[in-house]
């Protein structure tokens, strides 16, 4: 019976039940639901009806797993991706939708269009964008938004190594949770949201910049293109499967408000840790923990409404794996897997040509196989290959034949051979 009361519920749903009991406990009006949650306010009416008639299994999905009713036919999809590449190339979406509405008559939304455009990469003249720079009201609650970003600066002043600080500012209040590491690269960037997380909450949304930890460069493949799936950052990729939209800027003004809090530490944080004889990473960290607080305390703004967003963690162990970088890596045929120059040697006995290599924040690693956890040990040292043996030839000697030798004369082997065999007849007749 008591198997019957669980609710399976992912990250993302677990988001979006909290957002929606905010607004049955009169927090939040709906139409700040529906904003948050980029949904409409008679769906959001619609899911608060469920939640309170069917309780909390009410904010999952009725259509989970079902064809969508409203979708446009392949062939029609088809159809208007030849004409618009051949008839009507170089139409925009917009000139496109009133020739296919007038003369073939297909309605298909100039948006829809667009987007067809973009897929099949179909050319077309666009409006040139200006640069434009405008002035960000804050969020309303807090947790809404988190801006993210590492600062690259002599932060000990020459008297330890050189390392980066990653920080993250909520936008809404301005509160600071600062973390330094040796680099700014993907394992920095998921530890320091990790404690963030567990110490805030999950933001609904975080604001980077187009760092190659936080974007994807990589070049589509086959597979993708034809599904229409874009490449995604180990970083994105786990804050994904948590539902946190991650929002890139485009220029550093963009997210002005964490290059501010830089600036600023750069000048009182540098000479505060100055002060206290910081030297390495590990006292500096040590350092922010007792100088976050007060800094916050001191700088920090009260938000617009009192609602806090931050969404709760419902797995923390969960949360270890998900904020990790998972990669594929091939079982040789001696159990070997290789993986960042290290050799690891699979002493579980199974039957598989891949495996999945996860490297997590705390510095651990896992080899697993459908999601299996494999023992392995590292090989240190690899088999040197045996030296092969070179083959010592002989010279052999080279033997002259004599004078005698039938070689030598042919003449006078053939005649006494002819001897020989008109004897033999002889004796056969007589």
């Given at each position: 019976m008591a198997e019957q009361d669980k609710i399976l519920m992912s990250q993302r749903e677990a988001n979006r039940f909290y957002v929606i009991r905010q607004a049955i406990d009169?927090?939040?009006?709906?139409?700040?639901?529906?904003?948050?949650?980029h949904r409409g306010e008679r769906q959001i009416r619609r899911l608060v009806r469920r939640v309170r008639t069917e309780g909390n299994a009410g904010i999952c999905h009725k259509s989970r797993g079902k064809r969508s009713h409203n979708g446009i036919r392949e062939k029609i999809k088809n159809k208007v991706i030849t004409l618009c590449g051949t008839t009507y190339r170089e139409f925009g979406p917009t000139h496109a939708h009133e020739k296919l509405l007038a003369?073939?008559?297909?309605?298909?939304?100039?948006?829809?269009?667009?987007?067809?455009?973009?897929?099949?990469?179909?050319?077309?003249?666009?409006?040139?964008?200006?640069?434009?720079?405008?002035?960000?009201?804050r969020k309303e609650h807090r947790g809404e938004m988190v801006q993210m970003d590492g600062s690259h600066h002599d932060w000990f002043e020459r008297r330890g190594p050189s390392c980066v600080?990653?920080?993250?500012?909520?936008?809404?209040?301005?509160?600071?949770?600062?973390?330094?590491?040796?680099?700014?690269?993907?394992?920095?960037?998921?530890?320091?949201?990790?404690?963030?997380?567990?110490?805030?909450?999950?933001?609904?949304?975080?604001?980077?910049?187009?760092h190659t930890t936080y974007k994807s460069t990589a070049v589509s493949t086959i597979y993708e293109e034809?599904?229409?799936?874009?490449?995604?950052?180990?970083?994105?990729?786990?804050?994904?499967?948590?539902?946190?939209?991650?929002?890139?800027?485009y220029s550093p003004q963009a997210k002005g408000r964490i290059e501010r809090v830089f600036e600023t530490f750069q000048d009182r944080v540098v000479k505060e840790m100055r002060l206290a004889g910081v030297k390495n990473i590990t006292e500096g960290n040590a350092f922010l923990d007792g100088y976050?607080?007060?800094?916050?305390?001191?700088?920090?703004?009260?938000?617009?409404?009192?609602?806090?967003?931050?969404g709760p963690i419902t797995n923390k162990r969960a949360l270890d794996e998900i904020l990790s970088i998972k990669t594929k890596r091939?079982?040789?045929?001696?159990?070997?897997?290789?993986?960042?120059?290290?050799?690891?040697?699979?002493?579980?006995?199974?039957?598989?040509?891949?495996?999945?290599?996860?490297?997590?924040?705390?510095?651990?690693?896992?080899?697993?196989?459908?999601?299996q956890r494999l023992k392995y040990t590292v090989i240190d040292v690899r088999p040197q290959k045996q030296e092969t043996?070179?083959?010592?030839?002989?010279?052999?000697?080279?033997?002259?034949?004599?004078?005698?030798?039938?070689?030598?004369?042919?003449?006078?082997?053939?005649?006494?051979?002819?001897?020989?065999?008109q004897t033999a007849i002889q004796n056969r007749t007589f």
């Open positions: 009169k927090k939040i009006t709906q139409r700040q639901a529906a904003e948050l949650l003369i073939h008559k297909i309605k298909i939304s100039d948006e829809t269009l667009r987007g067809w455009f973009q897929q099949e990469d179909l050319p077309y003249k666009k409006r040139k964008k200006r640069p434009h720079r405008e002035w960000r009201k600080l990653m920080g993250l500012v909520d936008d809404a209040t301005g509160e600071v949770y600062a973390r330094f590491y040796e680099y700014e690269g993907t394992i920095p960037a998921l530890d320091s949201f990790k404690r963030y997380g567990k110490r805030y909450g999950l933001p609904q949304s975080v604001y980077v910049d187009r034809l599904h229409d799936i874009k490449p995604m950052s180990d970083f994105q990729k786990s804050l994904d499967l948590l539902g946190v939209t991650v929002i890139y800027a976050l607080p007060e800094y916050n305390r001191m700088f920090a703004k009260e938000p617009l409404k009192k609602a806090d967003f931050h091939a079982l040789r045929n001696d159990f070997t897997v290789a993986h960042n120059k290290v050799l690891y040697q699979i002493t579980s006995n199974i039957r598989a040509k891949h495996v999945m290599v996860e490297e997590r924040t705390d510095g651990s690693m896992r080899i697993l196989h459908n999601k043996r070179t083959k010592k030839f002989r010279i052999q000697r080279v033997c002259k034949p004599s004078g005698m030798h039938p070689w030598r004369s042919p003449g006078k082997a053939m005649v006494s051979a002819r001897i020989q065999r």
